[in-house]
């Protein structure tokens, strides 16, 4: 026969474990939030998990009140577990019923939370953020619900189970408090995104590999002549090649971040070069040194349960990183346009790989370019694009300025519209104020009173010159991401992007 005291221990054990898994989900929700576990984690794997471990709270927290309506010796009534200050229940007599009262107030933040994160595609983002910030009341609300209402808290056990989570609410929260940017912002001080650098990362290479992959593209593999390790990367990031006749070329990485044992890219001959891919398809040859930089990312992923990647042409090799880094059960889509299949790079590897979800859209054989238009229509993810200008121009003007992440091949002139004039610049750490004419490049300026500022391209493409803004507003008229992504984060590109009339505080 069922021992009448079962459904008591159920609600006992079924409370631990949903306090536990509230405190881990917001923990890995903290990771998802910093990143302060990079390179080493998953954007992809920890939204998942986040996921998994906040539905495994509400279902353990259904049982806990399953259980207690059903145990005769609690005699919880529906009201009692559904209106606050409704049970009569009482175990530390001078609190009344304000431990009862803390659990369902728990209970229906658990529900907000877990219901607009379902519905987060259909929220206003400000809306589902502030909802979904309550989750940090939550645990904290339900450790003292815990400590002042449970049956448990003289056994050795329970004590050391309540001071392990309590320490780790702490320490997330700590954590949180320490590192409040988001993962595009912290971005800006890990992996390549190194603010006021003073000098290259740079890597005399090999060329291990030179493998023709279409018409006019060459990849190319790179490894160190020990064969030892390079520098860690995510998708997104590129490297610069530094070329005879002090050229840089930016190019993106496209192999596997986890093999660190070499560096692939893919060289496509333009016939608008002004010789940095003339000279990598014409002189590196298998065998011979090169000096490499980087890497540095300003197209990196970010978490989301779905997404849409354009690749127009050469522009494939940032996302072909990107897609093969994805956990299998993400949902995303590829449209890889180009002119001809024979001038596109990696359509059969990807088609073979990953199906339909992959889209080859060549010119030739469709008579057209894509309809980007029935591509978008009832998509609501992120999209990551990277191709030619007007394929840019085109989703710029059709996707919302948060959804939308891309990277260019080329500088966009941005003078037009710009006001252009002198301004004053700080240099916080030097406390030191310079003028900028108005017929003077800031880089220059910083450079000429000590800022020693490294740079590549000189057109606000490449994204090397980067420094952190203290203060100001900046005029941006660089190339590298869009401006609301820029003053987000607080970071400008002074090769061509510029002050106001005003005083701008840069982080150097």
């Known amino acids: 026969m069922l021992d009448p005291a079962i459904w008591w221990y159920v ?3 079924s409370a631990i474990i949903a306090w536990a898994l509230m405190v881990i989900s917001v923990t890995w929700g903290i990771l998802l939030a910093t990143r302060v576990m990079k390179p080493k984690d998953n954007p992809g794997w920890l939204l998942d998990l986040h996921r998994w471990l906040a539905g495994l709270a509400v279902v353990f927290t259904g049982i806990h009140m ?5 145990d005769e010796y609690a005699a919880f009534t529906f009201q009692d577990l559904f209106i606050p200050f409704h049970s009569q229940y009482q175990k ?42 309550s989750s940090y009341a939550l645990v904290l609300l339900v450790s003292f619900h815990a400590g002042w209402s449970g049956t448990d808290v003289r056994a050795w056990a329970y004590r050391i189970t309540a001071l392990t989570l309590i320490t780790l609410t702490t320490v997330a929260l700590i954590v949180r408090i320490l590192f409040p940017k988001s993962a595009k912002t912290l971005s800006a001080t890990v992996e390549g995104r190194r603010p006021n650098q003073k000098a290259e990362n740079l890597h005399k290479v090999l060329v291990d590999r030179v493998t023709p992959l279409a018409d006019g593209i060459l990849g190319f ?5 020990d064969r030892s390790n390079l520098d860690p990367w995510v998708p997104g990031a590129h490297v610069t090649l530094h070329l005879p006749g002090d050229m840089k070329r930016q190019y993106s990485l ?9 560096y692939s890219i893919a060289v496509l001959e333009s016939p608008q070069s002004r010789g940095g891919s003339r000279y990598v398809h014409n002189n590196l040859k298998s065998g011979m040194s090169i000096e490499v930089s980087g890497p540095h990312n300003h197209f990196e992923l970010e978490a989301s349960s779905e997404y849409l990647f354009i690749a127009g042409g050469i522009g494939i090799t940032p996302i072909k990183a990107m897609i093969e880094s994805l956990p299998s059960r993400r949902q995303w889509r590829l449209l890889y346009a180009g002119r001809s299949r024979t001038s596109m790079a990696y359509t059969n590897e990807l088609e073979d790989m990953f199906g339909d979800r992959v889209i080859v859209h060549a010119d030739d054989e469709q008579g057209g370019r894509p309809d980007l238009d029935a591509l978008l229509a009832g998509f609501n993810g992120h999209v990551y694009v990277c191709g030619p200008e007007p394929l840019l121009d085109a989703l710029i003007s059709k996707v919302p300025v948060d959804r939308l992440h891309y990277e260019r091949f080329s500088a966009v002139d941005r003078t037009d519209d ?18 900028v004419g108005k017929d003077e490049s800031l880089l220059d300026a910083l450079n000429e009173n000590g800022g020693a500022l490294i740079s590549s391209c000189g057109e606000g493409v490449c994204g090397t010159c980067e420094v952190r803004v203290l203060k100001g507003q900046p005029v ?16 400008m590109y002074p090769c061509v992007s510029r002050g106001t009339g005003s005083t701008l505080v840069l982080d150097i």
């Not at 192999?255 to 070499?262: F, K, L, M, T, W």
């Not at 004039?421 to 240099?427: P, Q, T």
Request: aromatic share 10%; with cysteine; proline share 4%.
């Open 418 to 435: 710009a006001v252009i004039e002198a301004f004053e610049v700080v240099l916080s750490r030097s406390n030191k104020t310079i003028s």
């Open 254 to 262: 496209c192999g596997d971040p986890a093999d660190r044992s070499q």
């Open 66 to 70: 399953a259980s207690l309506y059903i």
């Open 92 to 133: 530390i007599a001078w609190l009344g019923g304000w431990p009862i009262a803390l659990g369902v107030i728990c209970t229906y933040i658990l529900i907000a939370v877990q219901a607009t994160s379902l519905m987060m595609k259909k929220l206003p983002r400000k809306y589902w953020k502030a909802i979904h910030y």
């Open 221 to 225: 593999d790179f490894v160190l002549p």
């Open 476 to 491: 941006h008229l660089d190339s590298v991401m869009s401006d609301e992504d820029k003053d987000a984060i607080g970071v």
């Open 11 to 13: 609600t006992r054990a």
